[in-house]
């Protein structure tokens, strides 16, 4: 095996084994052989053998090279010869003088080869879990590709559309080329982008199938080496190294390293194309989502959608607002809605929960008392009616308001003035009223549990709220978004939902409504052990599922309420009710005698 022997000024010469085409020579530690003098360029000179003679050339413009004595840019060397490198003396030798002659040593040399080929990769391995951004550990996979395999320039180009872009550039000083697209093969590139293999041109210029290419002519391409990036079948682009100095650089054991790295660059761009996918899934989720909300309120079923364009309608208009829904459908935050959209978004918005005070302290809390009003009232205090002037009152859960409080309720609301409890003085507020329940108000006026006048002058504009199971799609919609809510606040894994999961919750009756969803998954997120939430972990079973109706039965429950509502239109008169229909008369009473609930109409005439 050739040999350069250092010629050191004390002590034993040291001497470095040539076993590749091209050896770098220099001060920095990747060179091949590195002397550590302060005489050298960090990369100062190559040894080349073109597979007959050795030569010698300076790498840097600045880098100093005498051959016996005489000073060159680039020299054929022979046995014995004596290079000068700065201050180090190197004398060259076609044998290794540190061991005796071994038969095998060119087959020694290119596993000596490949085994640096990998150190240098698991060196790269380990330093690539220091590297967070995918430009960064690309440029850091370059430089480790053109040290390993001696290059002088090295790319990385991914296909876009089927078109190759340059993704990064970089030489062997570890620099970005500029002007990079102008020192690339478009024929060679597209050699092995059609057959997806990788590939060696030893000399472009002479070589039969690229001679004739334009691009090679002009860039007067020497070593060139390209190997296809893949991954799960799909050609994500190439790596393409290349050294415009030495023909014959590359070997088979350089094209299976550059395989190798090959192989990790794939694996770094198909996780930035994931990553990128997430990110704009993430992105279209957040830009889809954004055109589905209504202030802090989701959905985009008809039904709801509906509610909202009833909501900018009367949101400016200063009038009272009875809001009616299922619990859990979100009344209270309408009502912020309306308020927010309202004159009065600069004023206070105050919520009284009527379910939730003792019926002794409503009426305090809802007008306040003055000091000694009653056993307990030690100081003054302003009720919600004072403390919301200017603004918005809303009365949630007003069905539960003692029958007695409402006559004051309904005096307050036709005078705007209150009385605190105990003193005499009434106090003029500016208010608007927004009212709430989850309880049938005409039922309770039937009961006589509440007053119709309070209910209507409540109930200037209604708005109903659907419940979440005839909501449709918005049940996904709004599980996706709860999730990463409260992933994000609970510092959890957990990304999604199985299939199961979203068929289980599209099919479950929800009757907590959007307030049961959203426990439902805080549950789900604290407790799952899994990235993706199943059906078992929002305790949706089999059994939990809504049970599907016949469609005669469906079709008989419709006509049955229909006929009832139309009945009740016209005042209980069935024959009337018969007309408006359509129907024969028998057809009335017939689902009437179905519904043995239904009171008889007092005094109705027929006819």
């Known amino acids: 095996m050739p040999s350069l022997k250092w010629m050191v000024p004390q002590g034993r010469p040291r001497v470095f084994g040539i076993y590749k085409r091209v050896t770098s020579i220099g001060r920095a530690g990747a ?39 005489k000073k060159k840019k680039k020299s054929k060397i022979f046995h014995n010869d004596k290079l000068t ?41 380990r330093r690539l879990l220091e590297i967070r951004k995918v430009p960064d550990q690309i440029e850091a996979l370059l430089d480790a590709v053109i040290d390993v395999v001696h290059a002088n320039k090295g790319f990385v180009i991914l296909l876009r559309d089927g078109d190759p872009e340059i993704a990064a550039a970089r030489n062997v000083d570890r620099e970005t080329i500029p002007d990079a697209v102008t020192q690339l093969s478009d024929s060679i590139l597209r050699r092995c982008i059609d057959t997806r293999q990788p590939l060696i041109v030893s000399d472009a210029v002479n070589d039969t199938m690229f001679n004739s290419s334009e691009s090679v002519l002009n860039l007067q391409l020497s070593s060139v080496m390209v190997a296809p990036l893949i991954a799960q079948g799909q050609l994500l682009g190439l790596i393409y190294v290349g050294n415009d100095n030495v023909v014959n650089l590359f070997e088979q054991s350089s094209l299976e390293i550059l ?44 039904s709801l959608q509906e509610v909202f364009r009833r909501v900018e309608k009367v949101a400016a208009a200063d009038v009272n607002v009875l809001i009616t829904g299922e619990t859990g459908t979100g009344k209270e935050l309408f009502a912020r809605e309306l308020h ?20 002794n302290l409503m009426e305090s809390e809802l007008f306040g008392h003055v000091r000694g009003a009653f056993t307990g009232a030690v100081a003054t205090r ?11 009152l809303f009365l949630d859960e007003i069905g539960e308001m003692p029958l007695a409080l409402q006559v004051k309720l309904l005096r307050a609301l036709q005078e705007r003035v209150v009385v605190k409890v105990g ?26 549990t509440f007053r119709e006048d309070l209910y209507y002058r409540l109930n200037v504009v209604n708005l109903h709220l659907p419940p979440l199971r005839e909501r449709g799609d918005d049940v996904a919609i709004l599980a996706k978004f709860l999730l990463n809510k409260y992933a994000a606040e609970f510092g959890a894994q957990v990304n999604g939902f199985t299939p199961k999961a979203l068929e289980a919750m599209h099919d479950y009756d929800w009757p907590g409504n959007v307030r049961q969803l959203e426990n439902r998954i ?13 059906p078992e972990d929002l305790d949706l079973g089999g059994d939990q599922r809504r049970a599907v109706i016949p469609l005669t039965q469906a079709r ?42 239904v009171p008889e109409p007092g005094g109705a005439a027929e006819g």
Do not use: W
């Open 31 to 69: 060179n091949d052989v590195s002397i550590d003098s302060g005489s050298l360029e960090a990369h100062h000179a190559q040894l080349v053998f073109d597979g007959r003679d050795f030569s010698a050339a300076s790498v840097d413009p600045g880098a100093a090279l005498v051959v016996n004595g």
């Open 423 to 448: 003193d005499t003085k009434p106090q003029s507020v500016d208010i608007r009223v927004l009212a709430a329940t989850n309880r049938e108000l005409e039922a309770l006026i039937k009961e006589g």
């Open 340 to 359: 927010r959209r309202s004159n009065r978004a600069e004023g206070p918005f105050i919520v009284v929960n009527c379910g939730a005070i003792p019926e």
């Open 382 to 392: 302003q009720g919600s009616f004072q403390a919301a002037d200017g603004g918005t």
């Open 85 to 125: 490198l700065g201050d180090v003396e190197l004398v060259f030798s076609l044998y290794d003088e540190s061991t005796s002659r071994d038969p095998d040593a060119e087959g020694k040399g290119s596993q000596t080869a490949e085994i640096e080929g990998m150190m240098k990769l698991s060196d790269f391995n």
């Open 259 to 302: 395989t190798v790295f090959a192989g990790q660059a794939s694996l770094i761009l198909q996780n930035a194309i994931l990553l990128n996918q997430l990110t704009t899934d993430r992105d279209r989720m957040a830009g889809e989502l954004e055109a589905q909300r209504f202030g802090d309120i989701i959905g985009s079923c008809p």
């Open 556 to 597: 008989e429950d419709f006509t049955r309420q229909y006929i009832l509502q139309v009945l009740e239109r016209n005042g209980g008169n069935r024959t009337r009710t018969a007309r408006d229909l359509g129907v024969d008369p028998r057809t009335v009473f017939r689902y009437l005698e179905r519904e043995p609930d």
């Open 522 to 534: 805080k549950k789900a997120i604290v407790l799952a052990d899994k990235t993706l939430i199943g």
